[in-house]
């Protein structure tokens, strides 16, 4: 990583990351006013823009300037801005919509952060110390929350899923069991992709009586079974797939899920586990930002190549092959060892 040269530089790089909080709050704010929803091709005034989106003139463009340096919105003269390819996908009609996402991060996790010291001091979550509770828990008490963190976690997978499904053939499994699938958009991409293969979303209760309540749905060929996956978790799969899964939980609580997976499958099945994966030190990698996450919020970690290979290790798995994926995703398939 290139390193700042002189101490005006050295002093920037760390009030940069200091003040770190305006630019997230900046865009949390845009996005919860739902600017980018009025702005299409053609360059928007600011003042309409306020107009619109019911904000202060001057606030909203000392905003929108600087987030467009960040390549979020371009400025043109005169005041107009327009979207970029990223802005774009702050709006909310748009496929790959990251709207819930950076809406869900603005709020819990964010007030999370402010027990880091906590967290340093003890190895404890933050978000437990915030809020009384893991972060489970609480998504399992506030159906609000539970709400709004499955929409996140589709927003993320949509952007995500392009890349799995053009990595890895899914073709050759008759059943997928994905295990804590969360709403269903990974398994219900892979199935449509998929017109003979038959499928399972597996999650708890309170989640899978949201994707029964709720307007989208799973494919009918799409079984919804509810259970803790500490407990048990469906029989007799071709494929299970963990997304997202063993970087939420410390070792021994990731290894009980891995081996409950085990009593699951026959000895033909595989698994496939997707996270990101550790790259090299001191070189900037979505694990590495996705882990203050794990460790502030979540209570999980992230890991490097050979911590998941002593895991499936002790679960009884044997690693078969890495698959990269053209988002920070990584997919290790595993088999019974
Ligand atoms: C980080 S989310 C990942 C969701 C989805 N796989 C994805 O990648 O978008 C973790 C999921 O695990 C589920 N989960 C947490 N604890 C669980 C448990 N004990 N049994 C079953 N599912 C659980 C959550 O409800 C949530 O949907």
């Not at 909080?21 to 823009?49: C, G, H, I, N």
């Not at 709006?91 to 007030?111: I, K, N, T």
């Not at 992230?302 to 798995?317: H, N, P, T």
Request: hydrophobic fraction near 45%; aromatic fraction near 8%; glycine fraction near 8%.
């Amino acid at each position: 990583m290139d390193m700042p040269e002189n101490i005006h530089e050295q002093a920037q790089a760390l009030r940069d990351v200091a003040s770190g909080y305006a630019l997230s709050k900046a865009l949390y704010a845009v996005a919860e006013a739902r600017v980018a929803d009025f702005m299409d091709e053609a360059p928007v005034q600011v003042s309409e823009l306020a107009e619109r989106t019911g904000s202060n003139e001057g606030a909203l463009y000392r905003i929108m300037r600087t987030l467009a340096c960040l390549g979020i919105f371009h400025e043109h003269d005169g005041h107009l801005f327009s979207h970029t390819p990223v802005s774009r996908l702050l709006r909310a009609d748009h496929e790959h919509s990251q709207l819930d996402g950076v809406l869900f991060r603005g709020l819990e996790f964010y007030e999370a952060y402010i027990e880091m010291p906590h967290t340093l001091a003890t190895g404890a979550s933050s978000f437990e110390r915030r809020f009384g509770m893991s972060m489970f828990e609480y998504l399992n008490a506030d159906a609000d929350m539970q709400t709004r963190f499955q929409a996140c976690m589709k927003s993320d997978t949509r952007a995500q899923q392009v890349g799995i499904l053009e990595a890895y053939d899914f073709a050759p499994f008759a059943s997928i069991v994905d295990v804590g699938g969360g709403d269903g958009t990974l398994i219900t991409a892979i199935l449509r992709r998929h017109p003979d293969t038959i499928g399972v979303l597996f999650d708890r209760q309170s989640v899978l009586d949201q994707v029964r309540a709720g307007p989208g749905g799973v494919p009918r060929r799409c079984e919804l079974q509810d259970g803790d996956f500490f407990t048990a978790v469906p029989k007799g799969g071709d494929l299970y797939i963990l997304k997202y899964i063993i970087h939420d939980w410390q070792d021994e609580d990731a290894v009980a899920i891995l081996q409950i997976c085990r009593q699951a499958m026959d000895r033909s099945a595989k698994m496939l586990v997707i996270d990101a994966i550790f790259g090299p030190p001191n070189v900037p990698n979505t694990a590495l930002t996705l882990d203050l996450s794990m460790l502030a919020a979540v209570g999980g970690v992230e890991r490097r190549q050979d911590e998941f290979v002593a895991l499936f290790d002790r679960a009884g798995f044997a690693l078969s092959r890495i698959v990269a994926t053209n988002s920070p995703l990584s997919i290790l398939e595993v088999m019974p060892a």
